[in-house]
């Protein structure tokens, strides 16, 4: 079993000299990944926006005016080309998400879902999915379609939860995560950061991931995109080093987990983005278009990857 970690060693790393934190971090990642590659995910809004929840960074939310056209389920067949372009383009996760609170089995939606997920999974990528709430039945039923991974992020610490979220809890978000992993699919699970949380709630959402067993196969750590018309839309942004020195962090505490640079990319600098890549991020989402906010240009990835001698992961097979 991996080791755990206390908030206060935790911050004992976070708050060491820059420099001595990063060097810790990339010795961890050195150790655990000995290659240089860097996982291309491609993510696609199956269905968006109209979502009956109110978390306070999202633009799909029905309770904000976000400007957002709500979009009803895509079908299998509009998925599928879109999969097999991910493919080409050299992607080996593809990762479907969908604007509801959550899934229940026997319900038609869900179902499509299904029909979707058994199709794409033909296709030899890593199938992750982000449908919000789930249980047992529906994690089988999900795991059994050939769902690789489930995202389902905790975004912030137990006690800030409640701020940016009231329709549902913190609790409910790790029974989701509890399901996940009695089904048998890998868990991806993390956070935002820039929501005006604290150091400490940063550090409390990490100490719940690292200690979650088994720890998470992947961790996206978003920088908030502050989405016209939520409640977090004048935030500012995450300051470089506070995002470096959590990604330093996460790498040493889950160090055999893929660190995700998610959401925000657009703001960052090619050298604040090596910076993450050096502390410990060996992931990203690729593709010009997140979920409904903008990602990098693909060409500008594939430069940045190149001028850091990383590599795109090769498919498994
Ligand atoms: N409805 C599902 C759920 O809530 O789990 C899946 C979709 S939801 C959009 C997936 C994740 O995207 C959220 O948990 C959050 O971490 C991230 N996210 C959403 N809006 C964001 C924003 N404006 N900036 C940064 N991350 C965001
Ligand atoms: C995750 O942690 N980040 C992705 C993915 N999991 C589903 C989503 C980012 C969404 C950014 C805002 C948007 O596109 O609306
Ligand atoms: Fe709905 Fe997910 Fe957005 Fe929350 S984060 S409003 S559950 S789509």
Redesign the pocket.
């Known amino acids: 079993m991996s080791k755990k970690f206390s908030l206060t060693e935790l911050q004992s790393f976070y708050n060491l000299p820059l420099f001595q934190l990063i060097d810790r971090s990339h010795h961890v990642h050195l150790e655990h990944w000995k290659d240089n590659t860097v996982q291309l995910c491609t993510?696609l809004?199956v269905k968006t926006g109209g979502c009956s929840e109110d978390c306070g960074y999202?633009?799909?939310s029905a309770r904000y005016k976000t400007g957002l056209k709500a979009e009803k389920l895509m079908s299998c067949e509009e998925v599928l080309p879109l999969a097999e372009q991910a493919r080409e383009n050299g992607s080996t996760r593809f990762?479907m998400?969908a604007a509801w609170k959550g899934v229940k089995s026997g319900d038609a939606k869900f179902n499509e879902m299904l029909r979707t997920i058994r199709e794409v999974s033909k296709l030899g990528m890593e199938v992750c999915v982000?449908l919000g709430q789930l249980g047992d039945e529906e994690a089988r039923q999900l795991k059994e379609a050939g769902v690789t991974a489930y995202?389902h992020?905790i975004d912030t610490s137990p006690e800030y939860y409640s701020k940016i979220v009231t329709t549902h809890t913190f609790d409910d978000r790790l029974n989701t995560i509890g399901a996940v992993q009695r089904a048998g699919m890998s868990v991806?699970c993390?956070g935002?950061i820039g929501m005006g949380e604290s150091e400490t709630d940063r550090l409390r959402m990490l100490e719940v991931l690292c200690n979650l067993d088994p720890q998470p196969d992947s961790v996206?750590i978003?920088c908030l995109?502050p989405?016209p018309g939520t409640p977090l839309k004048d935030q500012q942004p995450v300051d470089i080093f506070e995002l470096v020195r959590l990604i330093a962090t996460t790498r040493i505490v889950l160090p055999k987990a893929r660190v995700?640079l998610?959401?925000g990319r657009t703001h960052l600098t090619r050298e604040g983005q090596a910076l993450c890549f050096f502390a410990g991020a060996n992931s990203i989402?690729y593709g010009d278009?997140?979920?409904?906010?903008e990602n990098p240009e693909v060409n500008d990835d594939m430069a940045l990857l190149e001028e850091l001698d990383l590599v795109g992961l090769k498919p498994a097979v």
């Open positions: 993510l809004s999202c633009s799909q990762c998400g982000t995202n992020n991806c993390g935002i996206p978003n995109m989405m995700r998610s959401a989402f278009k997140l979920l409904t906010a």
